[in-house]
């Protein structure tokens, strides 16, 4: 290779060094890949090639864009490279280092210019681990995936920056003048560890852009959002540009404590270790350790620019760092607020062990034998207040302190502990951790219940039976009830489209955003075949009646289209003179064992709640007709025929007529049986 050649050569490193820092490597790689075949990288990276050494790659150029040189570091005189050894003075094989493994020698010794200190501080994580556990159960059940421990410790660093701006800073040399830049942004640089097809490993730093002011929902996005593109190698150049600070995680194979290197243009770089519980403990079963207060714990390094940061900064921002994933400044209050959890999140407590407190111990675990079986009762009574039943988050999120642990005393340290329950979920004992598990599992989820104003025992034991096996320990749901459930949600949807597109302005009022009322009736059906029920009357306001009609009743589609298009149809004289969402239909359905229910829905002239007990009337008198024909009593034939009854939420809170439907119900003359009551959600 000509002189000339290798001066060319050389400049292009050197802007790549200066321009992208520690991923010189990763560009180096995909400037050899445009050299052999440009449609090989994307747009983005194709233009910059060409500006960097020409269309052709092989003309030079020592300029560099304007966004580049914005963000390169400042030039540092290199260090003298160590002195050279004569191949025939070394012992072994030989081989030379090129390629990207040159350039990290380069930016090594590059880094060397950089005056560095570091700082160390050992963090307890059992608090940030329990409260993981929370976000991350919050997270699944929303399908929105998980948040591992360098999330929460990127965004505690975040937080942190807020009181310790400094530490964003940079340093540069101006017209041979040394300054400080201070930014104001925080761009974060996240280390992410590939593993190339050859098992060789390489290491990308790109950076998620203004960090400092995402929210922690789209901060996780952010972060994954990066993660992933690396993976698939999808960065663009900015990603790698403007990075102020940069968190590593060496930690991940299992390195205790790391002093990275910084490199130029960049005042700090933050390491995280391995979570294990200290040496001097790990010969002692992991089950037994929490309950002795011991903790695992990570270390968390600064590695600074002493050029513009002092140990002191540096060491303060470690600790604020430590007080935010011990939970204080509202750090876990905000996270659990901007995902929308219910639940108070865990707070750290010094541990108070009955085991070592002498003639107290025997009352200590009275007293938190007591206050666990408070909690549990007031999740029976409360929990309702926090399930999971606003789709679309309209109210405020409720906190009860009576479903918070630390109402009750009770701490971290309790939730591997062992409790009596009560016949909690069928259990007769389990740990706090276990209990809670069951309590938000059964009175917190997706389905709230309210159950213990009622004063007879036996239906209170009944219904706490029901919640076990539904929601505690629930069966899987079949594949093809799971199909079924898709196919009328679907048809429910294309219905209404129809409606929307083919008449347009006419009045229907759809039961769009309530599309699971279809999937739920139908649902109902079929169980309600199972059981022995051959008669099903409903009664319901105007909203989705006509989804209903078509959907669950019967095929009345061409009854329904013939109404919106203004005329009579010949098979339904019936229908002259009242509008198509006062009308009702009778209907058969055979479920998928083969039992037939007949289907009735009430005409109701009015939006209001006058058709429930038309309803319950209709029902009395299927029963009377079933005496008649059979010679039976009405305590055989009421299990027969079931009245359901869908209300809007307002109607139902606030109508008068609701209230005496329901204060009928037991009365001699008036019973049906019970009735089902199916509220809507007019959000």
């Known amino acids: 290779m000509s002189l000339e050649r290798r001066n060319t050569v050389g400049n292009i490193s050197e802007l790549i060094a200066e321009n992208f820092g520690a991923n010189a490597t990763y560009v180096e790689g995909l400037l050899a890949r445009w050299q052999s075949d440009p449609s090989l990288v994307d747009e983005s990276w194709r233009a910059y090639f060409e500006e960097l050494v020409g269309p052709n790659g092989d003309q030079p150029t020592v300029t560099t864009s304007p966004a580049a040189a914005a963000t390169a570091p400042a030039k540092t005189k290199k260090p003298e490279a160590p002195a050279a050894t004569t191949a025939a003075s070394v012992q072994g094989e030989v081989v030379p280092i090129r390629g990207p493994a040159l350039k990290i020698v380069e930016n090594m010794q ?23 556990r929370i976000i991350n159960r919050h997270l699944a059940e929303a399908g929105r995936g998980k948040a591992s421990y360098t999330h929460l410790i990127a965004y505690a660093l975040l937080r942190a920056l807020e009181d310790f701006p400094q530490m964003n800073d940079g340093f540069d040399v101006i017209d041979e003048q040394p300054v400080r830049v201070k930014r104001a942004s925080v761009n974060l640089g996240i280390a992410i560890d590939l593993e190339k097809k050859d098992g060789t490993r390489s290491l990308l730093v790109p950076n998620i852009k203004n960090a400092s002011s995402l929210s922690f929902s789209d901060f996780l996005k952010a972060y994954d959002d990066v993660v992933t593109r690396a993976r698939e190698g999808k960065l663009q150049i900015a990603d790698f540009q403007g990075t102020t600070i940069s968190l590593t995680n060496p930690g991940t194979i299992g390195t205790v404590a790391s002093t990275p290197r910084l490199m130029a243009g960049q005042s700090v770089i933050i390491a995280t270790g391995a979570i294990e519980y200290p040496a001097e403990y790990q010969s002692i079963a992991p089950t037994i350790l929490p309950q002795l207060g011991i903790s695992k714990a990570i270390t968390i390094s600064s590695t600074y620019d002493h050029r513009i940061i002092q140990g002191a900064e540096s060491g303060s921002f470690l600790a604020r760092v430590h007080e935010l994933l011990l939970g204080k400044h509202n750090f876990y209050d905000q996270i659990f607020a901007d995902l929308g959890i219910p639940h108070a999140p865990l707070r750290w407590n010094v541990d108070r062990n009955p085991l070592f407190l002498g003639a107290d111990q025997m009352h200590e675990q009275s007293t938190r034998q007591a206050r666990v079986m408070e909690l549990i009762n007031a999740y029976r009574v409360r929990g309702h207040l926090i399930a999971d039943i606003d789709p679309l988050h309209a109210m405020p999120l409720l906190y009860h302190p009576e479903l918070d642990i630390e109402t009750y005393s009770l701490t971290i340290w309790d939730l591997d502990r062992l409790f009596i329950t009560g016949g909690l979920g069928g259990t007769e004992s389990a740990t706090l951790r276990e209990i809670l598990d069951i309590l938000q599992r059964a009175y917190c989820g997706k389905v709230g219940t309210e159950y213990r104003h009622i004063q007879s025992k036996e239906e209170k034991l009944w219904l706490r039976e029901q919640i076990r096996r539904e929601f505690v320990h629930p069966e899987p749901i079949d594949v093809e009830i799971k199909k079924r459930i898709l196919w009328k949600l679907i048809s429910a949807e294309q219905f209404e489209r ?32 199972d059981l022995g029920i051959e008669s099903i009357t409903m009664g319901m306001a105007h909203r989705g009646r006509l989804n209903v009609l078509a959907n669950v009743i019967g095929h009345f589609c061409e009854r329904i289209f013939t109404s919106f298009e203004g005329s009579i149809h010949p098979s339904f004289p019936a229908d002259e003179g009242d509008v198509k969402y006062h009308q009702g239909a009778k209907g058969e359905r055979e479920t998928a064992t083969g039992k037939k229910v007949e289907l009735t829905l009430s005409p109701n002239p009015s939006h209001l709640e006058a058709v429930d007990p038309v309803v319950e009337g209709m029902t009395r008198a299927t029963h009377d007709d079933m005496m008649d024909a059979g010679g039976l009593s009405r305590e055989k034939v009421m299990p027969h025929a079931l009245p359901v009854l869908l209300h809007g939420d307002a109607a139902f809170a606030g109508q008068g007529i609701v209230m005496e439907t329901l204060q009928l119900a037991q009365l001699r003359g008036y019973r049906t049986g019970g009735t089902i009551h199916i509220i809507i959600n007019n959000q």
């Open 498 to 529: 129809f409606l929307n597109t083919k008449y347009l302005g006419q009045k229907r009022f759809s039961i769009e955003g309530c599309e699971t009322i279809i999937a739920l009736l139908d649902q109902l059906i079929e169980r309600a075949g």
């Open 110 to 132: 590059a880094s060397l210019a950089v005056p560095t200190a570091t700082s160390q501080r050992r963090i307890p994580v059992r608090l940030l681990d329990e409260n993981r």
